[in-house]
């Protein structure tokens, strides 16, 4: 079936460690993104990459680094830099021309 | 894109529809009508969208006033599955770029046995 893979569901590091949360989609979506949420509040953007090897930044990108080295891989580093880490965080992607996003599971990063 | 305005919580009884209000009183022209929903831990699901006419399909229908300015989702029969935050959406359909997906607070569903 297609869809979208994050991994882990549920990752804890300590304070001052980088981490490296992996996004992969088979359905041959062009676009990918980065959605950060936070306890009863909406999605807000990290980054998000229209094509392979070209990406952008959202609203909150620092403390953030994304690499997209083939179309279906989008992972996304959260570095000692990010303030606040400890969030819930949702990988999506989207074909040209279509209208709905579709959004992986996400995964829940908790630092120590 | 246009601010929505939803009421943060409600409740429904098992088998009976679940209608849900949204207000976008500053929609313009070329903005459509997004709803997801979020089940608890999960990333957010499509259910149905809409520039001015009602829609419908296998989850849910949309009902749009006719000057646009509000909005209501129905789920015709609701299970405890259809318990979620759901989330109501305007933008303006470009090319499908997620970035344009501003989510706010939504109203949690919660659904009765």
């Known amino acids: 079936d297609g869809g979208i893979t994050q991994s882990p569901k549920y990752l804890f590091r300590k304070e001052g460690q980088n981490v490296t949360l992996s996004c992969e989609q088979n359905l041959n979506h062009d676009a990918m993104y980065w959605y950060r949420q936070d306890p009863g509040q909406g999605l807000r953007l990290i980054y998000y990459?229209?094509?392979?090897?070209?990406?952008q930044k959202g609203d909150i990108a620092e403390g953030y680094s994304v690499s997209r080295e083939k179309k279906e891989s989008f992972p996304l580093t959260v570095t000692s830099a990010q303030k606040n880490p400890t969030a819930f965080y949702l990988c999506a992607s989207s074909a040209t021309g279509t209208r709905s996003p579709f959004f992986g599971p996400g995964t829940r990063l908790t630092v120590l | 894109d246009a601010k929505t305005t939803q009421p943060p919580s409600m409740d429904c009884a098992e088998g009976r529809a679940a209608n849900l209000p949204c207000n976008h009183s500053?929609?313009?022209?070329?903005?459509?009508v997004y709803w997801y929903r979020q089940i608890h831990s999960q990333g957010p699901q499509y259910i149905i969208h809409?520039?001015?006419n009602n829609e419908t399909n296998e989850m849910a229908s949309l009902i749009i006033t006719e000057d646009r300015k509000s909005s209501t989702l129905i789920l015709p029969h609701a299970t405890l599955r259809d318990t979620a935050v759901y989330y109501c959406i305007v933008r303006v359909d470009s090319s499908g770029s997620a970035r344009q997906l501003t989510f706010g607070s939504g109203t949690q569903l919660t659904v009765l046995p």
């Open positions: 500053t929609i313009s022209g070329n903005e459509y």
């Open positions: 990459s229209q094509i392979v090897n070209d990406f």
């Open positions: 809409g520039l001015k």
